[in-house]
Each structure stands twice: as structure tokens, then as C-alpha cells.
């Protein structure tokens, strides 16, 4: 008997994922590539996305049922069946689907059950999920939104930093800054940031954090703006809902997955307008979504 698979496909900022699973859900061979992130490099990122995929394809004797694609960034560029359309072109002609990496992580993380996930990384965004219903707040971009995500607790604790140096003032952000920009005058530091990647601004938030772990309150303080930034943008999608109110949440990402401050924080501003929400943290094996993807929005695409 023919081995029957399905293939889901997490491509980030940073890396692509691909997983083939039997229809049973148990998972039979990976591959990885590079970035898959449409919005920045849309023709490297098609390119991993379908390289990550075929390898899985070279390499199991079967025939793939489906191909889910959650890709960061297509949320911004928008034409999702003609970008699944591409996919599917360069893949066999393979029935594809491609939606944003933040709602391929809602089916994942909630392993199709309704309720909300949350994703702190590099970005963030609320998804939530309520009888076939995608209902979605925050998710802009890191010069619109992005509340406490890696590059929004850098960038709020660099202006602090910045608001005290103009001040005169003591504050433990910035020597922290000068270190990370090896820099002796945290102003020289602001033009390296701004030749920075999103990521590697993101990837600043980890000494933050561990400022904020040692106590210090300047940290501190940004750690809880940003918290109740993203609790804020939960409870707006909670509100959304229909009675009865599905109460679970996912949390995943880097940030939440990490920082046990920052999810304190968080958990304790949506309890006081939600008291009976319950709070998880997803394994953050994205591309299992595939297994629990309910669309019956799987086509023989073409790029013709």
C-alpha cells in the first residue's frame, strides 16, 4: 500500500521548516532551508520554501496528499492563492495552501480546538479561533505594532536608555547598550542600529530580560509595558468573541517560551478582565498545523 503524507511548512525570518507527516499525524522525515520570509525577499524565500520541500519529496517513497505553507510576512504582501499558486508550480503541481506563520501556529498550538495563540518573537500577533472564525488583532510590523516582541522590548528599552543619557541619569540600559554596541557613547551606538536587521535588534531583548531577572527597575519596567502591551491586544481579540467564550491560549515564540517575567506580567493583565483564561505553552513545532488545518482549500494550483 502506497504511503499516503501530508507536508506542513514553517518559513520564518530566520529559517524554514519543512515536515512530512503520515495521516495519522506521526511525522516521517524533515528538512530545513534558509529564510522563508516573503515580505523581505520574496524570490529567495519561495526558493527555500520550495527547496525544503522537495527534498522531503526526493526523499519519501509516497505519494503527498497536501502542503501547508505558513509564511511570515504574507500577511504585508497579500495574494496568498497566487503565491500558494507558485508554490505548487515549482512542487509537483501539488495541492497547496499558503497562509500567514502566525495562523499555521494558531492550528498547531491549539491543535484545532478554538481559543487564542499568541506569538512573541522577532514580531508578534493575537490569532484567535473561534468555530472556523480567524479573529485577529496586532500583527503590524515593527514600525506599527509588534507589541512585546524581541524587537519591541530592544527598541523600548534603547529609548529609555537614550531618554536618561539626554538626562544625565543613571540607568543600567545603557552600559548595557554600550557593551552590546561596543561603543563607548551609547549615542555612537544609534547608527549601528539602524544598519541592523529586525532580528538582530530582536535578539537584544535577551539582556534585557536578564537586567530585568537581576531586578533592575529601569528593565523591569519595560518588560511590563511591553507585557501589558500584548495583554492588551489579547484581550481586544478576547472581546471579539461570541458567547460562550472559548478561554485557552497558546503561548508561543521565543519571547514567551523564555521569559517567565514578561508571561507573568502578561497573564496577570488578561486575568483581570478574563479571570477563567487558561494559559499553555505550545511545543512550537509549527508545521504540525498541517495535521490540524480543517480548510477544504487544498487545489491542484498551476502557475498558468
Not at 495563540?117 to 479573529?135: E, Y
Amino acid at each position: 500500500m502506497t504511503l499516503e503524507y501530508q507536508i506542513g511548512v514553517d518559513a520564518g525570518g530566520t529559517h524554514t521548516t519543512a515536515i512530512a507527516y503520515d495521516m495519522s499525524g506521526q511525522e516521517i522525515e524533515r528538512s530545513e532551508a534558509g529564510p522563508g520570509q516573503v515580505n523581505t525577499d520574496y524570490d529567495n524565500a519561495i526558493s527555500n520554501i520550495t527547496g525544503a520541500i522537495n527534498q522531503l519529496i526526493d526523499q519519501i517513497d509516497g505519494d503527498c496528499q497536501r502542503i501547508l505553507c505558513g509564511m511570515a510576512g504574507l500577511s504585508v504582501i497579500g495574494h496568498a492563492p497566487e503565491v500558494a499558486a507558485e508554490i505548487s508550480a515549482k512542487v509537483n503541481n501539488l495541492p497547496t495552501r499558503a497562509v500567514t506563520d502566525s495562523l499555521l501556529a494558531l492550528y498547531s498550538g491549539l491543535e484545532g480546538e478554538d481559543g487564542g495563540l499568541v506569538i512573541a518573537g522577532t514580531g508578534s500577533v493575537f490569532n484567535g479561533l473561534q468555530k472556523g472564525r480567524i479573529i485577529t488583532t496586532g500583527g503590524y510590523g515593527s514600525i506599527l505594532g509588534d507589541e512585546g516582541s524581541g524587537y519591541a522590548i530592544a527598541l523600548t528599552a534603547l529609548k529609555a536608555a537614550l531618554l536618561s543619557w539626554d538626562k544625565r541619569e543613571e540607568n543600567a540600559l545603557i552600559p548595557m547598550f554600550n557593551d552590546l554596541f561596543k561603543t563607548d557613547n551609547i549615542v555612537d551606538g544609534t547608527a549601528k542600529f539602524y544598519q541592523m536587521s529586525n532580528p538582530e535588534v530582536a535578539s537584544m531583548a535577551v539582556s534585557v530580560a536578564k537586567l530585568a531577572d537581576n531586578g533592575d527597575q529601569d528593565a523591569i519596567a519595560v518588560i511590563k509595558e511591553q507585557a501589558e502591551l500584548l495583554a492588551r491586544d489579547i484581550i481586544i481579540g478576547m472581546d471579539r468573541y461570541e458567547e460562550p467564550k472559548p478561554m485557552r491560549i497558546a503561548l508561543t515564540g521565543s519571547v514567551l517560551a523564555n521569559n517567565a517575567m514578561l508571561r507573568n506580567f502578561l497573564e496577570e493583565k488578561v486575568k483581570e478582565h478574563y479571570p477563567n483564561a487558561e494559559f499553555s505553552i505550545s511545543n512550537g513545532e509549527n508545521a504540525r498545523g498541517v495535521i490540524y488545518d480543517k480548510s477544504k482549500d487544498y487545489r491542484y494550483f498551476t502557475s498558468r
